[in-house]
């Protein structure tokens, strides 16, 4: 999807149709196979096609708390700047900048194998909750575990590993821009982030794929939902129910770093939103998924992850992908163990058609 987005249209169904319309009742949000029309009468799900009317409507509940998709007016070509370059493990490291939208300019490192020839597929690589931001997975620093953009160029991908808003190096108010949530500028940040590797001469600009680890788990899910240029995701940690998120305390959803309507219009409660977990992967489908959701994570209890991937399931097997949506379960607390990184960097070579390097990981 280039971003061609129709921002009026969303916004007249938002407008014209009722939340009611389209928020699904309690319990039926593990039901994927039904959509509501536009009176709020249940429809059944039984084709491919019939599905790409509950999908759009996805879309509009995560609008309703997310905020509105930008205006495509906002979109500006990428502008990249060369700060530095550092040669590490046969790949460049180099750190840039580039526009998002005019007068912001999101920091990130570009890595790209240093005896590249031709163009390869490229991963986009998204950091956890850290004040290192970019630099983790880029691996300046933090844990070894994490540092999967480093690892992928090894291997021979063009990975790029940008900052979030106001981690690492970049500072950024969405709000006093015009942004409802955190979530949709960080939406919109990563789609230019697709927008910079598809304008690069050593990116196959068909083949792009996305990873990320706890905050970047959750984002890599939230940018491929809204972006179909996303060919193949590995998410890390990163969702499991609301209903099981902190006993459904939805408190740490809903500050400033993520969506606050989640707070100020739903009361921080699974019953009242408009969306879970279950609709952001079944929105993803067919497109292959990779699921790192160890048995100890403390931040998304795991029954809560399962309660999710069932109900997902359900919809690959309605698009004939059934074989599209992969989960490993290790023994581990929240991380992303060597082994399962492993199992996500051949995950993503089969499903980008990559036979680069297969140089193992720390």
């Known amino acids: 999807m280039r971003r061609n987005f129709n921002f009026f249209i969303v916004f007249i169904l938002i407008l014209s149709l009722s939340e009611s319309a389209y928020c699904q009742p309690t319990g039926a949000k593990l039901n994927p196979l039904y959509y509501k029309d536009a009176s709020g009468n249940a429809k059944t799900i039984k084709t491919p096609g019939e599905w790409e009317n509950r999908r759009s409507q996805i879309l509009v509940n995560l609008q309703l708390v997310m905020g509105p998709f ?29 526009l998002t939208e005019k007068n912001d300019r999101l920091p990130a490192f570009l890595l790209i194998p240093a005896d590249l020839k031709g163009a390869v597929p490229a991963i986009l690589c998204l950091h956890q909750t850290t004040s290192i931001g970019k630099g983790e997975p880029a691996g300046t620093g933090g844990s070894p575990n994490l540092n999967y953009a480093l690892e992928l160029a090894k291997r021979g991908y063009v990975t790029l590993a940008p ?9 950024f108010d969405p709000y006093a821009n015009g942004y409802l949530s955190a979530t949709m500028k960080g939406i919109w940040n990563h789609m230019a982030a697709v927008d910079l590797l598809q304008s690069l001469p050593e990116v196959d600009p068909e083949r792009i794929g996305c990873i990320g680890h ?15 240029r996303i060919k193949a995701v590995v998410t890390s940690c990163g969702f499991n129910s609301f209903y099981k998120y902190c006993g459904g ?52 209890e795991i029954s809560g992850v399962y309660d999710c991937v069932n109900a997902a399931k359900t919809v690959y097997s309605l698009l004939n992908a059934s074989g599209n949506i992969v989960m490993n379960n290790p023994d581990a607390p929240h991380d992303f163990p060597s082994e399962v990184r492993e199992a996500a960097y051949l995950f993503l070579d089969k499903e980008l058609g990559f036979t680069g390097r297969k140089t193992g990981i720390r």
């Open 249 to 300: 305390d939805l408190t740490g959803w809903s500050h400033k770093g993520y969506m606050p309507r989640i707070a100020t219009v739903y009361e921080k409660s699974p019953a009242k939103m408009p969306f879970d977990f279950p609709d952001i992967l079944e929105a993803i489908a067919p497109r292959p998924l990779f699921i790192n959701a160890p048995l100890k994570d403390a931040n998304f």
């Open 163 to 171: 900052d979030y808003l106001n981690f690492g190096e970049y500072s």
């Open 70 to 98: 930008p205006d495509a007016s906002k979109k500006v070509a990428p502008e990249m700047k060369i700060i530095d370059e550092t040669l590490i493990d046969g790949v460049r490291r180099i750190k840039i900048s580039f």
């Open 214 to 228: 706890s905050l970047g788990g959750h984002n890599s899910l939230f940018l491929a939902v809204f972006d179909k």
